[in-house]
């Protein structure tokens, strides 16, 4: 009998949850029309498979048709949907895990003009600044249809065989009734804390009547909207109190914060460089006030927090979510002994930041997760062992050797540098964005765990390359920085690259000119800014950074404006020279001909991505099998991917990541794991 306090079962109701670890609800976007088709079902259940006691499906599933999609929402409010969640609840339950969903109604937080154009609605006329619709003040009739709308999606959830429901109550219609910063009615379910319940008791109410008293019911809600305006901490506490003594609900999941900004949004779910768990404590203090089972999920990316949240009282399931994108087998690495196997959660939002900006989730370095009908999570022996040679141990080398090694093929790695991570290694020079070098301490640890070697110091040549005689060579040799299109003055200009490598240290005033939209210009800038150099961020785009999502946008924003930098967009560069000790930079305007500014600065950045190292690949490419050439409708599909092209050749070659053509990291990692499962 185990002692790991997230081994131990855990009670809830008639439920007995194998574990104390979840998923908490969260949307990743891979519905089809609405309903949770294939994708989505394989998705949750890889997590079952990999061990977890209860999976909550749904980012918000809607309940009314007046609450339109925002980011992919499940359509509770149809019956079709429900076949769809009977096959993903048994395909769950085949491994033991149980599954729930989160309901809601969006009210303000989704817009106007997107499925059937009817009217945003909230308690009181309140914009959310996110999704910017004016919402329409809710009449009687539409506070009556609504709890009927609840009350039926809860039926839909019981006739599909799911576990139990909450109810998302932060940021979301329900919750906008208790919070006095979107609540200023003066009838029945407004001004005192028992008027604005009124509506959630009704809903329970109507649940309760329609589902029975047996459905697990819980509610996902915010106790504390951390703010002078909103919902108070005492209040949101006396609400938790209230809720647990009410006989209508099993289960609190706590949250703290509001929802309605991207730089509050990443208060409640903190990207990299911001704390770990930073509300596990004041859940724990909703458990204690409430004595009732409180769930909590909030950046809590590893084993040894959420073993703590759990020994110490502090909650009685704990959610993992991020974590299980990262890796879904959490649980069972545990349960086996190799903990030490987990791959990290690194922070990088890049899953919620998709979502947000209208993609699936994705996790920047778990290319399998969301894809798991085409991409497996483990790794199966190849019946033919091969020799591979991976050129370049950046994140797509890695990967690649990383599958290769684990299908049992004999790997070499040869890396040009003294260390493994390519530009990972650059980005991870921002002190705030350390942990993305866990992207690559993972793929090493890995590789020496299945036996490939790695070859420092090696700026291989296509004779090294030949010399160990391999069947597939692998070229992943990344990109070098390039200077975007200039009339003149290229000779005058550094990259991003030097100065986050630290080549070149940021001179006193500075033009930062970034026309790629990514990470690297934004880090640069960040480091310029820190420096305490006047910087200005010039973009040619109606906003800058658009490759970048919302939550990662908020620290470099939080940077720029403590540090006085000045961002200009719809400017484009077109030239700089040198006049006496200093640079003129030229701006001009796509939208104005003719309109031209000039910026006197002591020095000039440029962020124009990366130009493809590819000489290695042009060398071999002649002297390989299939000539470099790609299938790419067998990639993407069946059959032969590295077509035969000349028979003398020796070996299959294909290039990967941003020896390709400049990308990012989750490209990297796809392109590694996806061509090196063909060979």
């Known amino acids: ?48 498979k990999g061990g977890m006691a209860l999976t909550m499906t749904a980012g918000s599933a809607i309940v009314s048709r007046d609450s339109p999609a925002a980011f992919g929402n499940l359509q509770a409010y149809r019956d079709e949907i429900v076949p769809w969640l009977r096959e993903l609840a048994d395909s769950c339950h085949e491994h033991d895990c149980k599954v ?21 609605l909230a308690p ?26 609840y009350a039926s999606a809860a039926q839909r959830m019981k006739a599909a065989g799911l576990d139990g429901i909450e109810f998302e109550a932060y940021g979301h219609l329900m919750d906008g009734f208790w919070s006095p910063a979107t609540n200023f009615r003066d009838d029945e379910f407004g001004g005192s804390l028992d008027n604005r319940l009124r509506f959630t008791f009704l809903v329970l109410d109507a649940v309760r009547k329609a589902a029975g008293e047996d459905f697990v019911v819980g509610i996902r809600m915010v106790a504390d909207e951390d703010f002078d305006k909103g919902l108070s901490k005492e209040e949101g506490i006396e609400i938790a109190r209230r809720l647990a003594a009410s ?73 993992m979510t991020r974590a299980h994108i990262a890796d879904p087998h959490i649980m069972k690495k545990m349960m086996e002994g190799r903990e030490h196997e987990i791959r990290p959660c690194v922070g990088a939002t890049y899953c919620l930041d998709r979502i947000y900006e209208g993609g699936e989730a994705l996790c920047i370095h778990n290319a399998a997760t969301g894809r798991e009908a085409t991409i497996p ?42 260390r493994a991570g390519g530009q990972i290694l650059l980005a991870a020079q921002n002190p705030r964005r350390k942990e993305l070098v866990g992207i690559v301490d993972w793929r090493l640890a890995e590789l020496e765990r299945l036996g490939a070697e790695i070859r420092y110091n090696v700026w291989a040549e296509a004779g090294d390359v030949l010399a160990l005689e391999p069947d597939v060579v692998v070229i992943a040799t990344g990109g070098l920085p390039q200077n975007p299109p200039l009339e003149a003055g290229g000779d005058l200009v550094v990259s991003s690259w030097d100065i986050v490598s630290g080549a070149v240290k940021p001179a006193e ?23 305490g150099a006047r910087l200005e961020l010039v973009s040619p785009e109606r906003f800058f950074a658009p490759e970048m999502g919302g939550m990662n946008h908020v620290p470099y924003m939080r940077a720029f404006h403590e540090k006085g930098v000045r961002v200009t967009i719809n400017t484009r560069l077109k030239s700089v020279r040198r006049d006496g000790n200093q640079l003129v930079a030229t701006v001009s305007s796509d939208f104005a001909d003719g309109w031209r500014e000039e910026r006197s600065v002591d020095q000039v950045i440029v962020e124009h991505g990366t130009m493809a190292n590819d000489e290695l690949y042009h060398a071999l490419k002649p002297l390989s099998r299939n000539k470099g050439a790609v ?24 290039r990967i990541g941003d020896a390709v053509a400049s990308r990012n990291i989750h490209a990297a990692i796809y392109d590694g794991i996806r061509f090196t499962l063909r060979i």
């Open 247 to 319: 006989g209508k609900v099993d289960f609190l999941n706590i949250i703290r914060g509001t929802i309605e900004t991207d730089a509050a949004l990443t208060k409640v779910i903190p990207v990299t460089g911001m704390r770990s768990s930073p509300h596990l404590d004041f859940a724990g203090e909703v458990r204690a006030a409430t004595k009732f089972p409180v769930f909590h999920a909030a950046r809590i990316q590893d084993v040894a927090t959420a073993r703590h949240a759990i020994a110490s009282g502090k909650l009685d399931m704990v959610g």
């Open 631 to 654: 299938d790419y409708e067998a990639l993407v599909g069946e059959g032969a991917v590295f077509p035969a092209r000349q028979q003398a050749g020796t070996f299959t070659l294909f």
């Open 100 to 120: 729930m969903i989160q309901l809601t109604h969006l009210g303000r937080r989704t817009g106007w003009n997107k499925a059937d154009w009817l009217p945003v």
């Open 509 to 531: 005033s500075v033009l930062l000119y970034d026309d790629n939209g990514g990470h690297q210009g934004m880090t640069a800038a960040e480091m310029v800014a820190n420096s």
């Open 1 to 48: 009998m185990t002692t790991d306090p997230l081994l131990q079962p855990y009670q809830l109701k008639h439920l007995t949850l194998k574990n104390r670890v979840m998923s908490t609800s969260h949307e990743p976007a891979y519905s089809e029309d609405g309903m949770p088709k294939e994708r989505y079902r394989l998705y949750h259940a890889e997590k079952a």
């Open 377 to 418: 999570h483990v790794i199966a022996l190849a019946s033919t062992v091969r020799r591979i040679v991976v050129v370049g141990a950046g994140p797509a080398g890695l990967e690649a050797a990383r599958v290769a090694a684990a299908e049992g093929h004999s790997v070499t790695v040869l890396e040009a540098a003294d």
């Open 124 to 149: 009181s006329s309140v914009r959310e600044p996110a999704h910017r619709a004016f919402p329409k003040v809710m009449e009687d009739w539409d506070i009556e249809r609504i709890v009927a709308d």
